[in-house]
T-cell receptor, first 110, second 114 residues
Framework: KNEVEQSPQNLTAQEGEFITINCSYS?????LHWLQQHPGGGIVSLFM???GKKKHGRLIATINIQEKHSSLHITASHPRDSAVYIC????????????FGKGTKLSVKP | DVKVTQSSRYLVKRTGEKVFLECVQD?????MFWYRQDPGLGLRLIYF???????EKGDIPEGYSVSREKKERFSLILESASTNQTSMYLC?????????????FGPGTRLTVT
């Protein structure tokens, strides 16, 4: 079965710290997504990656296809970054089904 | 601005009741999905639909059914609600023509079955 593993499950940081969340998957993929879920439920897409690196503001996402691994970095973390971060991968098929990691709960303290 | 809406944010139902959760998207997407989200288990796919009147079982379809009579609307039905169906339910849609396979999520419905 295709698996997506995220680490850590929970992460507490002080404001200003550099944060890294990791995602590993078991077989070759077509695309990987990083999603953010704030308390209250709504999920938004942060990045879609198929290779290399993407940056948006203080968020950076990287992917290593050979190692089947992706990282999400947050620079100069802020309490408003507190959320659950979810990695999801697309393995193929016309329906666009994603396989989700269990998420990383981040809490940034002021 | 893309939009996926769900009929209720919070819902409390009694065991044995029939429950309808509605999802509407305004992006003309072909694909629609229903997930439940539980602590420690992440998002699990219940059903998905890739066209009107088409449906496919996901990983945990037992106790649920779905209906897609119109392209923009995808309904999740709990035929006889049970306490183990207390959960957060999330609907999503995606455009199969988009190579990103990005899914757009609704705000979620937190269902409590007592």
């Amino acid at each position: 079965k295709n698996e997506v593993e995220q680490s850590p499950q929970n992460l507490t940081a002080q404001e200003g710290e550099f944060i890294t969340i990791n995602c590993s998957y078991s077989v070759g993929i077509s695309a990987l997504h990083w999603l953010q879920q704030h308390p209250g439920g709504g999920i938004v897409s942060l990045f879609m990656l198929s290779s290399g690196k993407k940056k948006h503001g203080r968020l950076i996402a990287t992917i290593n296809i050979q190692e089947k691994h992706s990282s999400l970095h947050i620079t100069a973390s802020h309490p408003r970054d507190s959320a659950v971060y979810i990695c999801a991968v697309y393995y193929g098929g016309s329906q666009g089904n994603l396989i989700f990691g269990k998420g990383t709960k981040l809490s940034v303290k002021p | 601005d893309v939009k996926v809406t769900q009929s209720s944010r919070y819902l409390v139902k009694r065991t044995g009741e029939k429950v309808f959760l509605e999802c509407v998207q305004d992006m003309d997407h072909e694909n629609m999905f229903w997930y439940r989200q539980d602590p420690g288990l992440g998002l699990r796919l219940i059903y998905f639909s890739y066209d009107v009147k088409m449906k496919e079982k996901g990983d945990i379809p037992e106790g649920y059914s779905v209906s897609r009579e119109k392209k923009e609307r995808f309904s999740l039905i709990l035929e006889s609600a049970s306490t183990n169906q207390t959960s957060m339910y999330l609907c999503a849609s995606s455009d199969y023509r988009a190579r990103s396979y990005e899914q757009y999520f609704g705000p979620g419905t937190r269902l409590t079955v007592t």
